[in-house]
Protein backbone atom coordinates (compact mmCIF):
# COMPACT_ATOMS: atom_id res chain seq x y z
CA UNK A 1 0.00 0.00 0.00
CA UNK A 2 1.30 3.50 -1.03
CA UNK A 3 1.99 5.62 1.87
CA UNK A 4 -0.04 8.58 1.19
CA UNK A 5 -0.42 10.43 4.56
CA UNK A 6 3.00 11.19 6.46
CA UNK A 7 3.65 13.38 9.58
CA UNK A 8 7.22 14.07 10.21
CA UNK A 9 8.24 15.58 13.83
CA UNK A 10 11.07 16.07 16.23
CA UNK A 11 12.31 18.48 18.26
CA UNK A 12 13.97 21.85 16.91
CA UNK A 13 17.16 21.69 14.00
CA UNK A 14 16.66 17.85 13.57
CA UNK A 15 15.49 18.63 9.87
CA UNK A 16 11.99 18.10 9.58
CA UNK A 17 11.15 20.91 7.10
CA UNK A 18 13.99 19.72 4.89
CA UNK A 19 12.78 16.04 4.97
CA UNK A 20 9.08 17.11 4.82
CA UNK A 21 9.60 18.52 1.84
CA UNK A 22 11.84 16.47 0.13
CA UNK A 23 8.74 13.68 1.00
CA UNK A 24 6.65 16.23 -0.79
CA UNK A 25 8.54 16.32 -3.84
CA UNK A 26 9.23 12.59 -4.28
CA UNK A 27 5.71 12.05 -4.24
CA UNK A 28 4.16 15.10 -5.05
CA UNK A 29 1.92 15.36 -2.22
CA UNK A 30 1.55 18.89 -0.87
CA UNK A 31 3.94 20.19 2.19
CA UNK A 32 2.44 21.81 4.97
CA UNK A 33 4.23 23.23 8.15
CA UNK A 34 2.34 23.36 11.24
CA UNK A 35 4.30 26.75 11.97
CA UNK A 36 3.17 28.61 9.14
CA UNK A 37 -0.59 27.63 10.75
CA UNK A 38 0.22 28.66 14.02
CA UNK A 39 2.05 31.83 13.78
CA UNK A 40 -0.02 34.58 12.13
CA UNK A 41 1.40 38.37 11.65
CA UNK A 42 -1.55 38.97 14.63
CA UNK A 43 0.19 36.79 16.92
CA UNK A 44 -0.11 32.63 17.37
CA UNK A 45 -3.74 31.40 16.92
CA UNK A 46 -5.86 29.81 19.74
CA UNK A 47 -5.09 26.13 20.63
CA UNK A 48 -9.01 25.32 18.71
CA UNK A 49 -8.30 27.47 15.88
CA UNK A 50 -5.18 25.77 15.38
CA UNK A 51 -6.39 22.13 15.89
CA UNK A 52 -9.15 23.08 13.65
CA UNK A 53 -6.77 24.75 10.51
CA UNK A 54 -4.70 21.43 10.91
CA UNK A 55 -7.39 19.26 11.12
CA UNK A 56 -8.26 20.79 7.61
CA UNK A 57 -4.82 19.89 6.31
CA UNK A 58 -4.97 16.19 7.24
CA UNK A 59 -8.59 15.39 6.16
CA UNK A 60 -7.19 15.50 2.46
CA UNK A 61 -6.27 12.38 0.70
CA UNK A 62 -2.34 12.89 0.54
CA UNK A 63 -0.19 15.11 2.42
CA UNK A 64 3.04 15.81 4.60
CA UNK A 65 2.85 17.74 7.49
CA UNK A 66 5.52 19.01 9.97
CA UNK A 67 5.68 19.94 13.15
CA UNK A 68 6.19 19.36 16.39
CA UNK A 69 3.29 19.72 17.99
CA UNK A 70 2.11 16.23 19.80
CA UNK A 71 -1.11 17.99 21.36
CA UNK A 72 -2.54 17.67 17.44
CA UNK A 73 -1.66 14.27 17.54
CA UNK A 74 -5.25 13.26 17.26
CA UNK A 75 -5.85 15.47 14.41
CA UNK A 76 -2.04 14.94 12.46
CA UNK A 77 -0.65 11.81 13.82
CA UNK A 78 -3.54 9.29 14.11
CA UNK A 79 -5.01 10.87 10.41
CA UNK A 80 -1.39 9.63 9.32
CA UNK A 81 -0.37 6.52 6.99
CA UNK A 82 3.16 6.68 8.89
CA UNK A 83 4.64 9.10 11.35
CA UNK A 84 8.34 9.59 11.35
CA UNK A 85 10.07 10.78 14.44
CA UNK A 86 13.37 12.54 14.14
CA UNK A 87 14.38 11.79 17.62
CA UNK A 88 18.19 12.86 17.23
CA UNK A 89 20.75 13.38 20.33
CA UNK A 90 20.99 16.38 22.46
CA UNK A 91 23.93 17.26 21.37
CA UNK A 92 23.64 18.00 17.89
CA UNK A 93 20.43 19.38 18.19
CA UNK A 94 22.06 22.61 20.51
CA UNK A 95 24.86 22.57 17.48
CA UNK A 96 22.40 22.51 15.14
CA UNK A 97 20.14 25.19 17.05
CA UNK A 98 23.33 27.82 17.32
CA UNK A 99 23.99 27.27 13.78
CA UNK A 100 20.81 27.83 12.43
CA UNK A 101 20.04 30.47 14.77
CA UNK A 102 23.23 32.45 13.87
CA UNK A 103 21.83 31.98 10.05
CA UNK A 104 18.67 33.45 10.59
CA UNK A 105 19.75 36.27 12.90
CA UNK A 106 22.31 37.16 10.10
CA UNK A 107 19.72 37.19 7.18
CA UNK A 108 20.39 33.88 5.37
CA UNK A 109 17.37 31.96 6.46
CA UNK A 110 13.83 33.19 6.03
CA UNK A 111 11.61 31.22 7.70
CA UNK A 112 8.33 31.85 10.27
CA UNK A 113 10.49 31.68 13.02
CA UNK A 114 13.74 33.56 11.48
CA UNK A 115 10.94 36.64 11.36
CA UNK A 116 10.40 36.58 14.88
CA UNK A 117 14.18 35.95 16.17
CA UNK A 118 16.31 37.90 17.86
CA UNK A 119 19.69 37.50 19.50
CA UNK A 120 17.95 37.54 23.10
CA UNK A 121 15.47 35.30 22.33
CA UNK A 122 18.10 32.86 20.43
CA UNK A 123 20.47 32.41 23.13
CA UNK A 124 20.48 34.96 26.10
CA UNK A 125 17.04 35.32 27.51
CA UNK A 126 15.64 32.85 30.37
CA UNK A 127 13.39 31.33 27.51
CA UNK A 128 15.86 31.61 24.76
CA UNK A 129 15.44 29.23 21.97
CA UNK A 130 18.58 26.79 23.19
CA UNK A 131 17.58 27.18 26.60
CA UNK A 132 14.13 26.17 25.75
CA UNK A 133 14.98 23.23 23.31
CA UNK A 134 17.40 21.53 26.07
CA UNK A 135 14.47 21.85 29.04
CA UNK A 136 11.77 20.46 26.44
CA UNK A 137 14.08 17.82 25.19
CA UNK A 138 14.96 16.10 28.64
CA UNK A 139 10.78 16.88 29.86
CA UNK A 140 9.09 15.79 26.56
CA UNK A 141 11.35 13.11 25.29
CA UNK A 142 9.75 10.18 27.27
CA UNK A 143 5.98 11.66 26.76
CA UNK A 144 7.22 11.39 22.65
CA UNK A 145 7.61 7.70 23.47
CA UNK A 146 4.38 7.07 25.30
CA UNK A 147 2.41 8.89 22.33
CA UNK A 148 4.24 7.50 19.66
CA UNK A 149 3.51 3.87 21.04
CA UNK A 150 -0.21 5.04 21.65
CA UNK A 151 -0.26 6.19 17.55
CA UNK A 152 1.69 3.09 17.21
CA UNK A 153 -0.96 0.96 18.62
CA UNK A 154 -3.57 2.69 16.50
CA UNK A 155 -2.28 0.40 13.36
CA UNK A 156 -0.15 4.00 12.34
CA UNK A 157 3.22 3.01 10.86
CA UNK A 158 5.97 4.57 13.44
CA UNK A 159 9.56 5.04 11.55
CA UNK A 160 11.80 6.78 14.33
CA UNK A 161 15.26 7.95 13.18
CA UNK A 162 18.14 8.86 15.49
CA UNK A 163 20.77 10.54 13.26
CA UNK A 164 21.05 12.04 10.01
CA UNK A 165 22.97 9.08 8.75
CA UNK A 166 19.33 7.12 9.70
CA UNK A 167 17.77 9.84 7.87
CA UNK A 168 19.62 9.65 4.49
CA UNK A 169 19.35 5.59 4.75
CA UNK A 170 15.41 5.61 5.12
CA UNK A 171 15.31 8.20 2.55
CA UNK A 172 17.70 6.22 0.22
CA UNK A 173 15.56 3.38 0.49
CA UNK A 174 12.60 5.13 -0.63
CA UNK A 175 13.87 6.20 -3.78
CA UNK A 176 14.08 2.73 -4.53
CA UNK A 177 10.77 1.15 -3.64
CA UNK A 178 7.56 1.64 -1.47
CA UNK A 179 7.50 3.21 1.90
CA UNK A 180 7.64 0.40 3.85
CA UNK A 181 11.47 0.13 3.49
CA UNK A 182 13.20 0.21 6.60
CA UNK A 183 16.65 0.49 7.23
CA UNK A 184 19.34 -1.04 9.45
CA UNK A 185 19.44 0.79 12.31
CA UNK A 186 15.56 2.55 12.20
CA UNK A 187 13.15 1.53 14.79
CA UNK A 188 9.63 0.94 12.85
CA UNK A 189 8.27 1.03 16.50
CA UNK A 190 8.99 2.00 19.84
CA UNK A 191 8.12 2.15 23.81
CA UNK A 192 11.16 3.43 25.22
CA UNK A 193 13.14 7.03 25.23
Not at 14 to 20: E, M, R, S, V
Not at 76 to 87: C, F, K, S
Not at 158 to 182: D, I, N, Y
Amino acid sequence: MQKKKIAVFGPPATGKTTLAKWLSSQLQYPHTDLDEILFTPDGPLPLEEFRRQAGEVTQRDEWIVEGNFSKLADVVWHRADILVWLDFPLTLIMYRIIRRSLRQLTGHEDSAQARRLTWSKAFFARRSLLRTAIRKYRKNRPRYAQQVSRTADLGIEVVRLRSPRQVHRWTAELKKGPMESHPQGAARHTTGP
